[in-house]
């Protein structure tokens, strides 16, 4: 069955902190696709990233950066010089084949105050 | 370029009456997805239709249904509503799981859903 463990659930910085998000997943399938959503105040969920299960190249966009371990399970995110913007909450998602279900972790508030 | 677009923005129910949520796609998307975020109890699957087919479905009772359309529009449709139906229903949307194109799914404002 699938799962993602998002085990932060709630963090809070100061503006220029750098911040790690972490996420662990479980699958039984050896193709599946990771992804990285934001929820801001108004509630919809903005995409992040996707990252197909064959392909562990690490990912830098601007000051976000993602980090996939397929050893351990893990596609962690991490926030660079955090800004106030960067307030809300993260969740982190795993669909096991292509235009399937996303199966979501709990999410992980992030607070970053200035 | 339209996003994904869900209406009505807010909802306010008594127990036992039926409700009719919709969702228009990104232009392009043939595949809608509905999620439910409950508090509490994060965000959950609830269906996935495909070139108008139900392709997939949560672990959610009957009285939650629902259709795509012609036009790839979507209704979600929940019945007998219970107290614990109040969440936000969020709506996204994809390319075709045959497209072979990226499958990330898009998400639009979300529903509101009091129910009283």
């Known amino acids: 069955a699938q799962k993602v463990t998002q085990a932060q659930t709630e963090i809070s910085v100061v503006e220029k902190e750098d911040v790690t998000l972490d996420c662990v997943y479980e699958t039984r399938d050896t193709t599946y696709y990771l992804f990285w959503y934001k929820q801001p105040p108004s509630g919809e969920l903005v995409f992040l990233i996707r990252?197909?299960?064959?392909?562990?190249q690490n990912e830098i966009s601007g000051r976000y950066s993602w980090n996939f371990q397929k050893s351990t399970s893990s596609f962690n995110f991490t926030i660079t010089a955090s800004q106030v913007v960067d307030s809300a909450v993260y969740f982190c998602?795993?669909?096991?084949?292509?235009?399937?279900?996303?199966?979501f972790g709990a999410g992980t508030i992030l607070r970053v105050k200035s | 370029e339209a996003g994904v677009t869900q209406s009505p923005t807010h909802l306010i129910k008594t127990r036992g009456q039926q409700v009719t949520l919709r969702c228009s796609p990104i232009?392009?998307?043939?595949?809608v997805y509905w999620y439910q975020q409950a508090l509490g109890l994060g965000l959950q699957f609830l269906l996935w239709?495909?070139?108008?087919?139900?392709?997939n479905r949560g672990n959610f009772p009957p009285r939650f249904s629902g259709r795509q359309f012609p036009n790839y529009s979507s209704e979600l449709n929940v019945n007998a509503l219970e107290l614990e139906d109040s969440a936000l229903y969020l709506c996204?949307?994809?390319?075709?799981?045959?497209?072979?194109?990226?499958?990330?799914?898009?998400f639009g404002p979300g529903t509101r859903l009091t129910v009283l």
């Open positions: 239709y495909d070139e108008g087919e139900e392709r």
């Open positions: 990252r197909n299960s064959f392909d562990e």
């Open positions: 998602a795993l669909s096991e084949r292509r235009g399937n279900k996303l199966v």
């Open positions: 232009s392009g998307h043939t595949s």
């Open positions: 996204a949307s994809s390319l075709a799981m045959t497209s072979g194109g990226d499958n990330e799914q898009f």
